[in-house]
């Protein structure tokens, strides 16, 4: 369950009965007495911190519980809500949601309210649980939620009565349920990517809401300073849905719950709430993937099912691009790649390509084939930034800004979440089972390890890149255009591109994510994390076997058609295969189906000869050495003598050596990537202990891969100043030296 804490916030629009009386009563006095003001402001707002582990930190004598009890010493009109639980013996427990507070009179903690629960408090994700238990606690007419992240400012709450009074207002035939209002995001100066996340976020708070609000009134909670009204949401299911993985994006289904229910919702920009955004690459890719797996929910949902029913058309057009559509078109554009490159490289193996641009009565076909095609890959995402910008700032800033983003890689970052998002969407689409991804929202100057940015990204980014890139140089050697180096790049550049920025984007965004020292240390310890045998209670970060296993997670969860259209996806590296082993000399040009099929024969002696060697090694390496290196020599006497016979009785040719490599590598990992569906199965056999183990070859394989131009950059003299200076501010790259001299002296008195 989430440690972190949400603040709520609650506003009486007009003075109670209680209060009322005892301003009468002590008028004469208190008029007079310094801070009538401060208990006015007392008796107007009331904060409540909504902690669920407030009370198992106090009983662990935790020194956040003790931060906790500072702040309420220190600011009287706060209370704590925590779930508290009592042991009634014979392992029976009781529940129950606890308010507190700090008395100055008694200089000690005392309990307001005590409600007791049917059960644990466990139903569904930290933060809605936290918002809908403390919802209980709170007074007033009107209910703020504000995320421990976010901050205010006092000139902005000096704005709170107008904002309330917008509940009296009419948009349109009804009063307003939940007052949109902006945010500030202040950590844009911390670094390139807490900037571009920063621009991003300001398009989508204030261009992107206004809109929605009006003229569109498709707009939904999306911030947590929105400002709710209580009565109209305590009777109608609270503020946020806690169920699990359905709802994971608990914020914006209050919104589906107010509209479906005949709410209103309305932004207004006149007021704004600070907030502090990810700065780092790993947060901002799990934030990502966070809300992508909730959109992808999102899709599956009822709500947005009803929604789609009884919306009229235009405002139905207007919220499925707003939510849903939004990942669904990046998801399309992504596989719009795919659909292009795997096209192109089967008209080039097949001969299709070569055969119309030779006929002179193909020439339409051929000037088609020769078209340049660029796909926008996350350079006009940032538009919307542009048009905001151009409105708050300016045009030539605007536009300058932009330009300074573009030499900042801007498109790299972009280009790195259009991937995120749409494998996270994609996934959950075809298998469900989306989770809550814990961000941590520290300052991030840390450099990051290559294993860890491995486990990542490998899955979401890595392996899709290699796989495009593979393609890419398969049809640049088969292609008849390929040939013309120019009419080439015009048509792959965009590819190159979206190849380079997946693989590269994790270390250029990472402190000394170029530092040649640093470089080989990642390397041993990706090689060490990647063979660590540890037991059953080894984690992720500890053990490959573990985080592979982790990996196959929503395999195991999703239904019979997730499962077949896994399979369906992973035949295209079959018909990769089918498309090279006719361009092998050996073939002599035969064309006949045979040909396939005796291909299967190379695939079935290598993997014979693996899991041969697989087994000497386990068996023989520790002990008995000697057979082991017999085994090993016995192999390479056995490939000379098939390659010798193969070059004396067939057309059989050095290079096709290399070629057949390019084919049977993609079939593998495909028969690998069918081997995990069927993992039930194959589990209860011998067989599976040699999946885990080609399984580790083929990670071990795209490990070393895409470490290649990470370590030649980190060897250019340098590079490392370069990125630093433009990817970080001054008082960042200052931070970062300080940071790389500590642990420079760290590691010395270590050794």
Known sequence: MRAEESLSESFNSERSPSARSLSRTNSSVSLLFKGHEYGTALMKFTYVVACQIYGTQKA?????????????????????????????GRDGKEYYSVLVKFDQQLNKEVEIFRVKLPGPLKLGEGKPENQNHAMIFTRGDAVQTIDMNQDNYFEEALKIRNLLEEFRRYYGARKPTILGVREHVFTGSVSSLAWFMSAQETSFVTLGQ?????????????????VFDR????????????????????DIFAGFNCTLRGGN?????????????????????????????????QVLSRDVYRLGHRLDFFRMLSFFYTTVGFFFNTMLVILTVYAFLWSRLYLALSGVEGSALAQDSNKALGTILNQQFIIQLGIFTALPMIVENSLEQGFLQAIWDFLTMQLQLSSVFYTFSMGTRTHFFGRTILHGGAKYRATGRGFVVQHKSFAENYRLYARSHFVKAVELGLILIVYATHSAVAKDTLVYIALTITSWFLVMSWILAPFVFNPSGFDWLKTVDDFDDFMNWIWFRGSVFAKAEQSWERWWYEEQEHLRTT??????????????????????????????????????GLSWIYVLVAFGIYVVVAYARDKYAAKEHIYYRLVQFLVIILAILVIIALLKFTNFNFIDIFTSMLAFVPTGWGLLLIAQVFRPLLQKTIFWNVVVSVARMYDILFGVTIMIPMAVLSWLPGFQSMQTRILFNEAFSRGLRIFQIVTGKKSKTDV
Request: proline letters at 2%; a neutral charge; zero cysteines.
């Open 231 to 250: 009565f109209w949401f305590l009777t109608r299911g609270g503020i946020s849905k806690a169920s699990r993985v359905i709802n994971i994006s608990e």
């Open 265 to 297: 919702v309305t932004h207004h920009e006149y007021i704004q709430v600070g907030k502090g955004r990810d700065v780092g690459l790993n947060q901002i890719s799990m934030f990502e993937a966070k809300v992508a797996s909730g959109n992808g929910e």
């Open 559 to 596: 239904g019979i058609w997730g499962k077949i259209m896994e399979i369906i996806l992973d035949l295209r590296f079959f018909f990769f295969q089918y498309g090279i082993v006719y361009q092998l000399d050996i073939t002599a040009g035969s064309t006949s189906i045979a040909v396939y």
């Open 210 to 226: 206004r809109v929605l609000a009006n003229p569109l009134k498709v707009r939904m909670h999306y911030g947590h300073p929105d």
């Open 60 to 88: 662990r004598k935790d020194p956040n519980a003790e931060e906790i009890l500072y702040l309420m010493k220190t600011n009287e009109a706060l209370r704590v809500a925590y779930v508290d639980e009592v042991s009634t």
